[in-house]
């Protein structure tokens, strides 16, 4: 009797194992026709028992391959079938990130009509918005953001889709994040903003938005553009930085410091200045 349970345990486990290497297989083919865009080898791999959210050795499904290869109509044919739209590689990637960044809009329409959240964020708190202006991708940014998508919205360093697009030169994607009600002096935690990303990067063009758009020259803009060594860049702080400063006493006087040491100091100074052009 032991002798008997002990062989049908075995083959039990022999089952389990070959029944685990089938799916295996079967998995491996449906991630590479998903990347080949081959709907009917999708469709009859799914038949054949292909589980859907099967995960690769990073964590990404069929769903985000098709997503990454802009295969409209596999991921549309995988959400049909069950695909979950919020699921997450081993970085916290989504199928979104993935169309995001690749620009496909699309693909981005279809998860968003089948569940996908907007902002949903990754292991760096990255969103798919901040992907997709890192990746100078306007159609999606655009699209995102008539969905809703936050345009301020920030990553682990507070690093915003608008700073992203500033340190890669991307003057269309910063225009129109700023049409959109993008902060221009947001700020990372290490204290910089899109104007400094964008000094950094010698994106003139840019720089020059961001003035046009009310960006602050601080002390740290400064350094940064004296590190790159671009006069053309350092001409326009220089230009800009007397508008810059004028809103300067006003957040003194509030602060209760140093603004009113600087009124007792101008008031002193009135007599001599009226003597000086007295004597002159």
Known sequence: MKRVLSVMVVFLLLLVFVSGAVAGKLEEKLFKATGEGKADAVLGLLKKGAQVDAKDGNGRTALMNAAVAGRA???RLLLDKGAQPE???NHGGTALMYAAAKGHV???RFLLGSGAQVDTKDNDGETALIRSAANDKADIVSFLLDKQAQVDGKDNNDMTALMAAAANGY?????LLLDKGAQVNANTKDGWAALEFAVKGSHADVVRL???KGAQVGSTTNTVAADTGNQDIIA???A???VAQQAAPAAQYESGGQGLDNV???LVSIPFKILDAIFK
């Open 171 to 175: 003057a269309d994607i910063a225009h």
């Open 87 to 89: 699921a997450k590689d």
């Open 240 to 242: 800009a930085a007397p």
């Open 264 to 266: 007792v100091v101008d």
């Open 236 to 238: 326009m702080l220089k």
């Open 73 to 75: 109509e596999i991921a």
């Open 210 to 212: 961001l003035l046009d």
């Open 106 to 108: 699309d693909i981005a």
